[in-house]
C-alpha cells in the first residue's frame, strides 16, 4: 500500500515538475517576444526620427550650393560692337541692341539671327550717343544723340502660340510720344551720358552736355480731349556743374537723386526732390591711386555697386547723418580678383549681380548674404551684358564681335550662414542688425532671413513659461506626492492631469482675447498677483503653524491644502484692489502709460508676459505628472528609515526624497521645457507673432513654430523662404534633440549617483 501511494506522489511529482516546466517554458519565450518587440519598436522609433532629420536636410541643402554655369554654343551676331544698350527678354530668347548707327536690331540668342532691324527715326548725320532706360518693367526707353536730343520708345514682346504649343517671341518697338526728338540740349551739343526715371505720365531726365555741365529737365505728358494723342511739356529744366568732369550718371527709381561720378572715384550726389537741384555731397568711392572703372545701381536702385582698377566692387548707400542728410555709407565689398573690373550686370529680381574684369574673370555674387557664389573665366572680353528676368540666362557681347550665351544655374543666392545667424546691414536700415522680413509689397523687396530674431523668441517664450511653470508645477508635485493625504491626491492629481488635456489652441484663443485685454487694463494688480501671492502663501503657512492645536486637530492630516482654496480666492481680489490702490497712488491711475511715456519701456498688449502664463499653463501638467510620479516612487523604507533616525519631515523631503526622485524631477522639466520651445498656438494667439529680439517682457515675439505655420501656406514650393521655413524646422529639431540628450546624460548620472540609496 505504501508503495502504491510513493508511486502515485512520484508520477504526481513529475507531472507538476513537467507542468511547472512547460509554464516557465512559455513564460521565457513570451519575455524574449516582448522584449524584442520593444527593442524593434525602439528602433522604428529611432528610424523615424532620423528619416525626419534627413528629409529636412535633404529640403535645406540646396539653399548652401553654389552658382553654376553652362556654356552654350558662340555665334557671331549681327550687332556692332559699339552697341550703346543691350536688353533681353523675360525667357532670355532675344536681346535688343541699339548701336551707335541709330539702327535697332533684336537677335535670336540660340543662332543669332536677326528677328528686327529697324532704324530710329533720326535726321541725317546724327548719330546714338547715349541710351538710358526710364522704366524697366516698361520697356521706356530714352535714346541720347549727337545734335542734343533725346528719342523716346518703348520695345516690348508679343507671345503668341503656334499648332504645336510653342511659344513664339514677336519685338514691338513703339514710339508713345511720336517720332520726333525731344530738344534736351538748347545749344545742339550730344547727350555724352545720359540718365533717366519715370513713367510714361512723367520722368527726370539727366544728360551730361559737356565734361562738366549736366541738363536735368522734368518732362510731364499731357493727352489731347480731341483725339486721345499724347505730348510731352518740359515742366523745368536746370543745368548743374560738377567740379571734375563725370563718367558715369546715374538717377535713382523716384527721379529724386542724381550721382555723377568720374574716374578718379569722385562722386557727387544731388538732391533733385526740391525746386532747383541741390548738392548733397562729394566723396571718393575709391581709395587713394585706385580708379573707378564701373558704376551701376543694384536693383532697386537704393545701392551703387563701384567696381575699380583693383578688381573690388563695394556697395554703397544712403544714411542719414548727425544733421538729418543723407549721406553715401559704404556697406560692403566684394573682391573678384586683381583686375580692373569692365562690367557689372545687375539682376532684376534679386540683389543679386554679375562682374567681369580685363582679365575676362566672371564672378557672380549676392549682396545680402555677402557670397561670392562664382568665378569663371571667360573665353574673350565682353564689352555688353544682359540678363534675363529671372537671371537664368546670360548673354555677353564680346569684343571681337562674338556672341556669349549661357544657362545659370543660382537658385538661393541670398542664403548664407551670416546672413542667417550674423547681423546683416540692410538697405535704408541705419545699422546692421538681426531682422526677419519674408515678404513686402515692393518688387524691389530685400528678403531679410535671420533666424536669431525667431531662435530668440523661441528662448524667450520658453523661459518665462519656465519661470511660471516650474516652481508651481514642482511644488505641487511634492506636497501632493509626500505630504497630501492619499484621499485628497487620489481627487488633485487626476484634475491636474486632465490640463494637460485641454487643446493648446483653446489656451491660446483665451490668453490673446480674455487676458490679454485684462492684464493690459489691470497691469498693477497682475504685478501684485504674480509677485505678492507666494508671501500670501507662506504667511498662511506660518500662522497655521503657530495655530492653537484645538484649531489644527479639527483638519485631518494632508487635508490642510484645501484651507487654501477660499485664501487663494480672498487674496487674489484683495491684491488686484491693492494693484489699483497702488495705480492711483504712485502711477497717477494708469502704470500702463507710466511704464511707456516714464520708463521708456514699450508695451504691446500680447507680449511674453501673457505668453509665459498661458504656455505655463500647458507646461504645468506635465511637470507636475512626472515629478510626483517620481516623488512617489521613492521606496518608503527610505522615508521610513529616515524618520526613525529622527528627522523631520521635511528634512527626509530635502535630504533624501529628492535626491532620490531627481532623476525623475529632471525629466519633468526638460519634457516641460520641450513642450515649451515646440508650442506653436499658445505663441501664435496670445502675442503680436513680432520678430524683434527685445528681453522686454512687456514686447511680443515669435517663435520657430509660430514662424513656420503662419508663413508656410505662402512660401512659394521650392523657393528660398520655403527651404527657410524647413530650416527653422531643423533648427528646431535640433534644439529639441540636444536637449533631451542632455538631459538623458544628466538624468542617468543622477541615477548612478542617487541609485543606491
Not at 237 to 245: A, D, G, H, L, R
Not at 655 to 678: C, D, E, H, K, N
Request: aromatic share 10%.
Amino acid at each position: 500500500m505504501n508503495k502504491t501511494v510513493d508511486v502515485r506522489q512520484s508520477v504526481r511529482a513529475l507531472l507538476d515538475a513537467q507542468t511547472a516546466s512547460g509554464r516557465h517554458t512559455l513564460r521565457t519565450a513570451k519575455d524574449k517576444l516582448a522584449r524584442y518587440a520593444i527593442a524593434f519598436g525602439g528602433w522604428l522609433v529611432i528610424a523615424a526620427v532620423l528619416l525626419i532629420f534627413f528629409y529636412l536636410l535633404s529640403v535645406v541643402y540646396p539653399v548652401f550650393k553654389s552658382a553654376s554655369i553652362e556654356a552654350h554654343d558662340s555665334h557671331n551676331g549681327s550687332v556692332p560692337v559699339s552697341s550703346v544698350l543691350m536688353r533681353m527678354d523675360e525667357y532670355g530668347e532675344l536681346s535688343t541692341h541699339i548701336g551707335s548707327d541709330g539702327v535697332i536690331r533684336v537677335l535670336r540668342n540660340a543662332s543669332g539671327a536677326v528677328e528686327l532691324e529697324q532704324p530710329l527715326p533720326l535726321p541725317a548725320g546724327v548719330s546714338v550717343t547715349s541710351a538710358a532706360e526710364i522704366n524697366a518693367s516698361a520697356g521706356l526707353l530714352a535714346v541720347g544723340l549727337s545734335n542734343g536730343q533725346a528719342l523716346l520708345l518703348t520695345y516690348s514682346f508679343s507671345t503668341s502660340y503656334d499648332a504645336n504649343n510653342k511659344r513664339q517671341l514677336k519685338p514691338v518697338i513703339a514710339f508713345p510720344f511720336g517720332e520726333t526728338a525731344l530738344a534736351v540740349a538748347p545749344d545742339a551739343r550730344a547727350l555724352e551720358h545720359l540718365a533717366a526715371a519715370g513713367d510714361e505720365e512723367s520722368f527726370v531726365l539727366a544728360a551730361q552736355v559737356g565734361s562738366q555741365d549736366i541738363l536735368i529737365s522734368k518732362y510731364e505728358s499731357k493727352t489731347s480731349m480731341m483725339d486721345d494723342s499724347v505730348t510731352l511739356e518740359q515742366q523745368t529744366q536746370e543745368v548743374i556743374s560738377t567740379e571734375k568732369p563725370s563718367q558715369f550718371l546715374l538717377i535713382d527709381g523716384e527721379g529724386q537723386w542724381l550721382y555723377a561720378a568720374g574716374a578718379d572715384g569722385a562722386i557727387e550726389a544731388w538732391d533733385l526732390r526740391g525746386e532747383a537741384a541741390r548738392r548733397v555731397e562729394r566723396i571718393y568711392l575709391t581709395t587713394a591711386g585706385v580708379k573707378l572703372t564701373e558704376l551701376k545701381f543694384l536693383m532697386g536702385s537704393i545701392s551703387l555697386l563701384a567696381g575699380d582698377s583693383s578688381g573690388q566692387i563695394s556697395q554703397w548707400f544712403r544714411q542719414r547723418d548727425e544733421h538729418n542728410e543723407f549721406r553715401l555709407q559704404l556697406v560692403r565689398s566684394f573682391k573678384l580678383a586683381d583686375a580692373p573690373i569692365s562690367l557689372i550686370g545687375v539682376e532684376h529680381r534679386r540683389k543679386g549681380f554679375y562682374a567681369v574684369d580685363s582679365n575676362n574673370e566672371l564672378g557672380i555674387f549676392y549682396t545680402t548674404s555677402q557670397r561670392k557664389l562664382l568665378e569663371q573665366k571667360l573665353a574673350a572680353a565682353p564689352v555688353k551684358m544682359a540678363l534675363n528676368a529671372n537671371a537664368t540666362e546670360l548673354v555677353l557681347l564680346n569684343s571681337d564681335g562674338s556672341f556669349g550665351r549661357y544657362h545659370i544655374e543660382n537658385e538661393h543666392p541670398d542664403i548664407s550662414w551670416s546672413a542667417l545667424w550674423d547681423e546683416v546691414w540692410y538697405e535704408s536700415y541705419d545699422k546692421p542688425g538681426y531682422t526677419w522680413q519674408s515678404s513686402s509689397g515692393s518688387d524691389e523687396f530685400e528678403p531679410k532671413f535671420s533666424l536669431m530674431p525667431l531662435a530668440f523668441g523661441t528662448m524667450k517664450a520658453a523661459f518665462y513659461a519656465m519661470l511660471f511653470a516650474l516652481p508651481i508645477g514642482i511644488s505641487a508635485a511634492i506636497y501632493t506626492a509626500y505630504f497630501m493625504s492619499p484621499a485628497m491626491r487620489q481627487m488633485v492629481k487626476p484634475v491636474v492631469e486632465i490640463m494637460a488635456a485641454l487643446p493648446s489652441v483653446i489656451l491660446g484663443f483665451i490668453a490673446g482675447l480674455w487676458l490679454a485685454p485684462i492684464a493690459e487694463a489691470n497691469l498693477a494688480g497682475i504685478f501684485c498677483l504674480l509677485l505678492l501671492m507666494p508671501a500670501v502663501f507662506i504667511s498662511f503657512g506660518w500662522l497655521w503653524h503657530h495655530a492653537p492645536m484645538s484649531l489644527r486637530s479639527r483638519v485631518a492630516e494632508g487635508w490642510q491644502a484645501a484651507l487654501l482654496v477660499p485664501i487663494i480666492v480672498l487674496a487674489g481680489w484683495g491684491l488686484f484692489g491693492l494693484g489699483d490702490g497702488l495705480e492711483a497712488v504712485f502711477f497717477h491711475g494708469d502704470f500702463r502709460s507710466h511704464l511707456t511715456n516714464v520708463w521708456g519701456i514699450d508695451f504691446e498688449q500680447r507680449n511674453a508676459l501673457i505668453v509665459g502664463i498661458a504656455m505655463g499653463f500647458a507646461v504645468i501638467p506635465s511637470v507636475f505628472s512626472i515629478a510626483e510620479d517620481a516623488i512617489f516612487g521613492v521606496p518608503k523604507s527610505l522615508t521610513n528609515g529616515s524618520l526613525a533616525l529622527g528627522a523631520s519631515p521635511w528634512q527626509t523631503m530635502v535630504r533624501v526624497v529628492l535626491p532620490t526622485a531627481s532623476p525623475g524631477i529632471f525629466s519633468a522639466v526638460m519634457i516641460g521645457l520641450g513642450r515649451a520651445v515646440g508650442e506653436t498656438m499658445i505663441v501664435l494667439m496670445a502675442t503680436g507673432n513680432t520678430p524683434v529680439m527685445e528681453a522686454n517682457i512687456f514686447e511680443g515675439l515669435r517663435t520657430l513654430s509660430a514662424n513656420i505655420a503662419v508663413e508656410m501656406p505662402e512660401a512659394e514650393v521650392g523657393g528660398s523662404h520655403y527651404r527657410i521655413l524647413f530650416l527653422s524646422a531643423l533648427v528646431l529639431f535640433t534644439f529639441t534633440l540636444v536637449f533631451n540628450t542632455v538631459a538623458e546624460v544628466v538624468r542617468q548620472r543622477l541615477r548612478r549617483k542617487y541609485g543606491s540609496l
